[in-house]
């Protein structure tokens, strides 16, 4: 059977707002509100898996609701702008996802998502609505069932025709009664004054429903509670028409425009990745064939590495005749050069990989014609400087790069880089393997980290600034500084003595004390 999910856009964008603390992008984006419903939306795919999918939001603040009741929803606060300005951006990334977005003048999401509950139904599909919003109970029928959330966005509860019958005593289409009687602050429904939810229940419960307790007011006790009712009884009719959902608007949609559309994954994990959504990158599925080097000839490198294509996604050839790799490398434009575990290992835009000494890298090094691409490279400036060596030059460094896309991370280590620009772990990758792999996924990393340096107008920042201030923290971290102790001395005392009380006895710069440090 085809299973529809229908999703109150508005209602699981506010409860993921709230839910999370406020995060930004690098780009100073507000994102903790769509975080939070994408968060949502795969853990319920991924446990139900529906087949047709639909998020419905409200259009606009107008509805023929307010026009048959000024005062409708007049009390609700005004969205926050941090919250505000993710309703685009959760409308452009479900439709990246190829998932239908559904919205209507003059109407409420709650009606777009009670008209297509009812076609979901009529067509023989299994209907779950995802919300916290009590008023969508009353589309709660055979076939159709809400997802309602318990605290935040953690945790949902069924709500099915039992489940409602057994905790309000009614069946589910009273809820509409329900809220004639008792009213709704949230939405400035006003109901019958004096009449909250024990009363409602007690009264739809005994005469079934408003139409009944009406017909029976003159056989009720002579109390106020029948005044009020009776005074009321417009209002009490003008609230249920609010809180009815309308389940027959012109949408102009058909079953079949509800199913995913799919995606392109690369598009949409570049998204992810400018939103800084690590952890969804994983739930992207790779393509069929995901390696970039999908041609290379295994065979001619000891073949290709053990494993699933999850731990190691770039397949790599490791080269035997190291000699002619090498006179190669120093002829091409772009070369990859990763220094771990004793060596340096070179990776070509192919994804051929060898591994190489100090020595025998040393003349491509000081080859300014060919870009090699590096990470954390001012320790090859510094190596350079203490061996007398020919200084590195056309150097590319990823974490300079990375650090000006992403100043206010603190972490720049490949690991991360490759979590968070390409989307896989590779700790795990087997330890013999690892370096070679993590060279041949230099060329993809910078490509990304490249880009994005143009987009965000940064690369003149990253040539002219940054990246020769490489050279010149090299230089001094090998010539050092020359200091006037008796000077320190000095300054530390003048310093204890104007300390401010969080400071006392302590005089702190780069973690030790200036006076344990020269005296």
């Not at 003159?218 to 005044?227: F, H, I, L, V």
């Not at 190291?322 to 070369?335: I, N, P």
Request: with cysteine; aromatic share 8%; hydrophobic share 40%.
């Amino acid at each position: 059977m085809d299973k529809l999910l229908l999703i109150d856009g508005s209602n699981v964008l506010h409860r993921a707002f709230h839910a999370l603390p406020l995060l930004k992008n690098a780009a100073g984006r507000y994102t903790n509100a769509v975080y939070g419903f994408l968060m949502t939306l795969q853990k319920v795919c991924d446990k139900e898996k529906p087949t047709h999918v639909a998020v419905c939001f409200d259009k606009g603040k107008s509805t023929f609701r307010h026009r048959r009741f000024a005062a409708y929803k007049a009390k609700r606060q005004e969205t926050p702008a941090e919250l505000a300005e993710q309703f685009p951006l959760i409308r452009e990334v479900l439709e990246e996802k190829g998932f239908a977005v559904l919205e209507l003048e003059e109407y409420e999401a709650d009606d777009i998502i009670g008209t297509l509950a009812r076609q979901g139904q009529e067509a023989g599909e299994e209907v779950l609505i995802l919300s916290g919003d009590k008023d969508l109970l009353q589309l709660v029928e055979e076939g159709v069932s809400v997802l309602s959330f318990q605290k935040g966005i953690g945790d949902t509860v069924l709500c099915d025709v039992a489940a409602f019958q057994e905790r309000y005593g009614l069946p589910p289409l009273r809820m509409v009664d329900i809220k004639a009687l008792m009213g709704d602050s949230s939405d400035n429904i006003p109901g019958v004054p004096g009449i909250g939810e024990k009363t409602a229940l007690k009264l739809l419960r005994q005469y079934g429903d408003l139409d009944g307790v009406y017909a029976a007011i003159d056989e009720m006790p002579a109390n106020k509670q029948r005044e009020k009712l009776r005074e009321n009884r417009d209002l009490a009719y003008l609230s249920k028409e609010l809180a009815t959902i309308v389940r027959d608007i012109p949408l102009g949609v058909a079953p079949e425009d509800l199913k995913p559309k799919g995606y392109q994954p690369e598009k949409l994990r570049q998204l992810y990745r400018e939103l800084g959504f690590n952890s969804l990158l994983k739930t992207i599925a790779e393509p069929a064939a995901p390696s970039l080097f999908p041609d290379l000839d295994a065979a001619a490198g000891g073949g290709e590495p053990k494993g699933s294509e999850s731990e190691i996604p770039y397949r790599h050839t490791v080269v035997k005749d190291r000699e002619a790799f090498m006179a190669s490398c120093l002829g091409m434009k772009t070369v990859a050069l990763y220094e771990g575990n004793g060596a340096f290992y070179l990776a070509d835009g192919e994804g051929r990989v060898a591994a190489f000494s100090g020595a025998e890298v040393e003349p491509l090094l000081a080859n300014g014609d060919v870009e090699k691409i590096g990470h954390r490279t001012k320790g090859l400036y510094r190596a350079g400087l203490e061996q007398g060596a020919a200084l590195p030059a056309g150097l590319q460094d990823m974490e300079i790069a990375a650090y000006l896309l992403e100043a206010v991370e603190s972490d720049y280590s490949l690991d991360r880089l490759f979590s968070r620009y390409l989307g896989f772990q590779s700790e795990s990758w087997e330890e013999k393997k690892k370096p070679f792999a993590t060279a041949a996924a230099f060329f993809p990393l910078w490509e990304i980290l490249r880009k994005e340096l143009a987009a965000t107008g940064a690369w003149p920042l990253y040539r002219q600034t940054e990246w020769p201030l490489v050279k010149i923290l090299a230089g001094m971290e090998w010539e050092g500084i020359r200091v006037d102790r008796e000077k320190l001395r000095e300054m530390s005392r003048d310093l204890t003595v104007a300390r401010s009380p969080p400071c006392r006895n302590r005089c702190i710069s780069g973690g030790r004390n200036f006076q344990s440090q020269f005296s």
